[in-house]
């Protein structure tokens, strides 16, 4: 018998594509001090303020366009990925979201009830560190042992942006659409808010203090989101073969007036259109699931955007979904022998 357990955890989506269940998971989501990281009172004035009046509309006609029959794309191919998993291992395994349902609370309270089960492992389903996903993860499971009293130890995987196998997986999934004609490739990673980057900064002396702080080792590329996906971007080029005229890197999904980390993907879209590129691929490492921010923002609002800026067609490589070859490396990871364990947070 089993005496670990694994829950992974995505981000989450809105139970409908309907403008309450979007204002409420937008609420849920953007009340997490790891995401606006601002005090509890000025975070709630501009979430109800400036957000919630009118974002949820907008986002509500974003999730319709890009909703199935099963509901959440993300929700659905998580599923899927878990049955899969399930396939492979006898470790008690179960899929939780951060944000909507089903919820990490629910699923480490039922995995904490197995016989026997003394240790949980959680594996955020995010292979680039950053506090507003994998830190808000960790703490919300710590959370819920503390506040249920269980008796389990939570065990955390290191980040796996840079692991052999989780760039195998990614290279060989883009394969058969890199092994068309293409004129570039666009790896469009989440963005974030710069004083997420520095406040991650263990030192508080290294990130974005220079222009190459990035390539100069330090303990801050541990927590540090902006050095991993360029790393990932690294070791991907290497394996696929691409040369450095081939490829650009830019960062998506911004949200309200703080600066970001740049370049954005929108401009970099209508620049590479505007140099006479006209097939790009666009590739979300960041991303190990399809969601709004691929389906939507990319493959309908980007390829448009593409166009309209003279290009002829964007294509998105699908993340890495339930591969036959992502699920059995995360079977892989799971089994206990396997693990490659931090400390947590």
């Known amino acids: 018998m089993s005496t670990r357990a694994v829950l992974l955890a995505n981000l989450g ?20 001090p ?91 389903l995010y292979p680039h ?10 703490k919300e499971a710590e959370r819920v042992i503390e506040e249920h009293s269980l008796n389990v130890k939570l065990v955390v995987p290191k980040p796996f942006y840079d692991d052999h196998d989780y760039i195998r997986n990614l290279v060989t999934s883009a394969q058969p659409w890199l092994s068309q004609d293409f004129d570039h490739v666009l790896f469009s990673y989440h963005g974030l808010p710069e004083l997420h980057i ?20 330090s303990t801050a590329h541990a927590t540090c989101y902006r050095h991993q996906v360029l790393r990932t971007t690294e070791l991907f080029v290497e394996a696929a073969g691409l040369q450095q005229a081939q490829y650009s890197i830019s960062f998506q999904s911004r949200l309200g007036r703080a600066k970001w980390l740049e370049p954005s993907t929108e401009n970099v879209i209508a620049q590479l259109a505007g140099k006479g590129v006209k097939k790009l691929l666009v590739l979300c490492p960041a991303f190990v699931t399809d969601c709004l921010e691929t389906l939507e923002e990319i493959e309908i609002q980007g390829a448009a955007h593409f166009k309209q800026a003279g290009g002829d ?8 979904n339930a591969h036959p070859d992502w699920v059995h490396t ?15 947070n």
């Open 330 to 344: 995360l079977s892989q990871w799971i089994t206990p022998a396997a693990v490659k364990v931090s400390g947590g």
């Open 129 to 138: 560190y950053a506090q507003s996903t994998v830190l808000t993860s960790i």
């Open 198 to 217: 520095t406040k991650a900064d263990p030192t508080g002396q290294h990130c974005l203090k220079t222009a190459n702080c990035c390539q100069t080792p």
């Open 13 to 32: 989506s809105p139970d409908h594509a309907d403008v309450p269940a979007v204002r409420r998971y937008l609420n849920q989501f953007l009340m997490d």
């Open 313 to 320: 067609t964007l294509t998105l490589i699908p993340c890495l």
């Open 34 to 124: 790891y995401v606006i990281q601002l005090p509890w009172l000025l975070r709630r004035l501009i979430v109800s303020l400036f957000v919630l009046p009118a974002r949820p509309k907008r986002s509500a006609h974003a999730y319709q366009s890009i909703w199935t029959a099963q509901g959440s794309p993300l929700v659905a191919l998580s599923m899927q990925l878990l049955e899969q998993i399930r396939q492979q291992t006898t470790t008690p395994v179960a899929m939780a979201m951060r944000y909507g349902s089903p919820s990490i609370e629910s699923e480490l309270l039922k995995l904490a009830a197995l016989p026997g089960i003394t240790e949980i492992m959680l594996l955020p």
